[in-house]
């Protein structure tokens, strides 16, 4: 009894998979730190961070907060997979706990959902050092992410 | 990959049961609770918490303070059976999402240790319902537990 | 800069003092932890808790669980406060750091709103020492309230 | 007494400032987000950030991401300020609720140290919006930051 059982996982619009692309596209900042969609399915979205050294801390490391982004949209993705049509994603609150330093090739920030609730989904995502070598899990994410109605868009 | 590779698990305390059911013995809170250790192993540590009426909320359910109590103390627990001898564990910071109302006759907070390090240990806790039906998720905590050499005690 | 502007801070509910001690007083918990009301206004609940032997963690200092019982009270009531007349308060997640060992003749959890939305309050509460001595800030809590119609109750 | 009492803010480095400005410079995630220096005070670090639409979610504000990152660097460089010489800082846990969309000319992260402790150190973080108008907090984070010594660099 120690994993969480898993929460009904049948989606409730058809097309999540291509909202969540259609939404991941819109997200420049996705674009501009090379994040890419590994894996997609109800209650579960990867995403994966190459490492580049224009985004590190003061020792070489990916900074805290280019690992806060890909968990925090992997996060989110996950949630609007179990999300009804016409509804966007925004994170309420999230909290990161940082257990290795973000060195590696790469990164994938692996989000699934714990409960979705009406309003409010709840979700983890672990990060894994991907190459070379065994995954490590370098960091974990417990946040809340709130379901809403989508406003007109231009 | 959605699960964390388990952290090495190999006690480095012989005495880990021993010293984990002596603090937890000292820890009137735990009694007063009515909290009882249901399973030690290296790395985890389940504690219950019987349904009682003198700890609920406005709405008669458990209170969201001692179902922290049950997840922090099942965290530190967890982190102390792989800490060396002659130390204690201290909560340093614990995260607690509530997924759900805490009702029913029971309840059990399974914690695991995700990371240990040699002064900082990661964990995570989730908490269950237990008795008649499903098990249900009703909360789960992220938290960071320091160890501290033991300071003489009289 | 350094303090947060304050919300607005007229109340939705006139009777929101009324509601608050009707709420509080349902809650069972805050009885037997022995925890009264300190102090209500728009946007800001404070809440005493004194110093009992019967929650305290191994080291002879009250328990994490207690501290976040109070805390996560204060915080609950201080959205409670702003909020319209027939809603619910329930805690969405909160995260408690602990800066300081429990200890003293007693505590004072003063929570205030950082903003107050249609759906989620945020809160932040601080818990201090009280008796003999200068206050000394033991822990600090970061939470999510979210406001709902009450449902009827017998 | 709903403000916490100030840390004792004498600096335990001389050279603090330096120091910071000197780590800072070699966060290369900083550079590539255009975010700079406001305010370095013991105790006390103020970062801005502009806005930046390659930096954004799906609605065209910046990204939670980024708004992690100049209030987490903003945290470590307020704990920086008072921590020993040959000291690094990392990192070890965040909390960071989101309060209102992250959007206008740029954004202010003030971070102060809630307590500096031998090993650890907890900061909270408020973001602002900067520009035309009234400033709006738009994000608050709570951190835990770990202070180690220097190892050897190349």
Redesign the interface.
């Known amino acids: 009894?120690?994993?969480?059982?898993g929460p009904r996982l049948a989606p409730k619009d058809p097309d999540y998979e291509a909202r969540v692309r259609e939404?991941?596209a819109?997200?420049?900042?996705m674009?501009?730190l090379g994040i890419t969609i590994a894996f997609i399915a109800p209650g579960?979205v990867?995403l994966a961070l190459p490492f580049a050294?224009?985004?590190?801390?003061?020792?070489g490391f990916m900074?805290?907060?280019?690992i806060?982004?890909?968990a925090?949209?992997a996060s989110g993705y996950a949630a609007r997979t179990l999300a009804p049509p016409d509804t966007?994603v925004?994170?309420?609150?999230?909290?990161?706990?940082?257990?290795?330093p973000a060195r590696g090739e790469g990164f994938?920030a692996?989000a699934?959902v714990?409960?979705a609730g009406r309003?409010?989904t709840?979700c983890?995502a672990?990060v894994?050092t991907t190459g070379v070598g065994?995954?490590?899990?370098i960091a974990?994410m417990?946040s809340?992410v709130?379901v809403r109605p989508v406003e007109g868009r231009r």
Do not use: W, Y
């Open positions: 009894m120690s994993a969480p059982p939404s991941f819109r997200q420049s900042h674009a501009t579960e990867h050294e224009r985004f590190c801390q003061q020792n900074h805290a907060g280019a806060a982004s890909v925090d949209s966007d925004l994170a309420v609150e999230f909290k990161l706990n940082l257990l290795a994938l692996c699934r714990l409960r309003t409010l709840v983890q672990d894994f065994e995954p490590t899990l974990t417990l809340t709130i």
